[in-house]
């Protein structure tokens, strides 16, 4: 599965998962501004970043505890599916973030 991730409406990176391991790329969108673009553990310009980096930073944006076992219910996914969450969850994230599907509308 592959996650677009947006910023102020900019498409700045793809995130994905293979084998339960989660990375994220910065897209030719973004610029180097000399400044982290999603997180200050993800500065723009240093190549792939892998677990557990990646995950702690998208982890994070996600529901926890019974919040995220509800959730997790009610699309039918595991709770410890982070991709899965976000995929469904990540067009409501908080700030000027969006996580979403590859190939859906720009938000």
Not at 5 to 23: C, D, I, P
Not at 57 to 84: T, V, Y
Request: proline share 7%.
């Amino acid at each position: 599965m592959e996650l677009e991730v947006w910023l102020h409406g900019k498409h700045v990176a793809m995130f994905s998962e293979n084998r339960r391991q989660l990375t994220m790329v910065y897209t030719g969108v973004a610029h180097p501004i000399c400044a982290p673009l999603v997180s200050v553990a993800m500065p723009f310009g240093a190549g792939r970043y892998s677990d557990p980096k990646v995950r702690a930073f998208f982890r994070g944006l996600l529901p926890e505890g019974e919040a995220r076992r509800m959730l997790a219910h009610d699309f039918g996914l595991d709770e410890s599916d982070d991709m899965g969450l976000l995929g469904v969850l990540g067009k409501d994230c908080a700030g000027a973030l969006v996580v979403q599907p590859k190939g859906d509308r720009a938000p």
